[in-house]
């Protein structure tokens, strides 16, 4: 057994490197008010889009929806938010 050696310290280091986020949760509403251009920058910069639906969300989503996909995020309808994550930011939904 002495063999054995494990510096946890060293494991705690690699582990904080590894779970570093940038970007930031943003509250917003989808209303057809701000481009989709506007979105997809946020996403792209690693956003959390949190946004209250007013109105018909395939309609409103339509402009970025589409991109957001293509490049790995996600889009959650949920109780009338959209969730919309930047790729390996990921939305459970096995509690609903």
Same mark, same amino acid.
């Given at each position: 057994m002495?063999?054995f050696? +494990?510096? =946890? @310290?060293?494991?705690?280091e690699?582990?904080?490197? $590894? %779970?570093? +986020?940038?970007?930031?949760?943003? %509250?917003?509403?989808l209303?057809? $008010?701000?481009p989709?251009?506007e979105w =997809?920058? &946020?996403?792209?910069? &690693? *956003?959390? +889009?949190? %946004? *209250?639906? !007013? &109105? !018909?969300? *395939? $309609? =409103?989503?339509s402009? #970025?929806?589409?991109?957001?996909k /293509?490049?790995?995020? *996600? +889009?959650?309808? #949920? @109780?009338g938010f959209l969730?919309v994550?930047?790729p390996?930011?990921?939305?459970s939904? /096995? @509690? %609903?």
């Amino acid at each position: 057994m002495s063999d054995f050696d +494990l510096d =946890l @310290r060293a494991v705690e280091e690699h582990i904080d490197d $590894e %779970l570093e +986020l940038e970007g930031s949760i943003v %509250l917003g509403v989808l209303d057809g $008010e701000t481009p989709a251009d506007e979105w =997809l920058e &946020g996403i792209s910069k &690693g *956003n959390v +889009l949190i %946004l *209250n639906v !007013d &109105g !018909d969300v *395939n $309609e =409103l989503a339509s402009g #970025f929806a589409r991109d957001v996909k /293509e490049s790995g995020g *996600n +889009l959650v309808h #949920f @109780r009338g938010f959209l969730v919309v994550t930047p790729p390996g930011v990921d939305v459970s939904t /096995e @509690r %609903l």
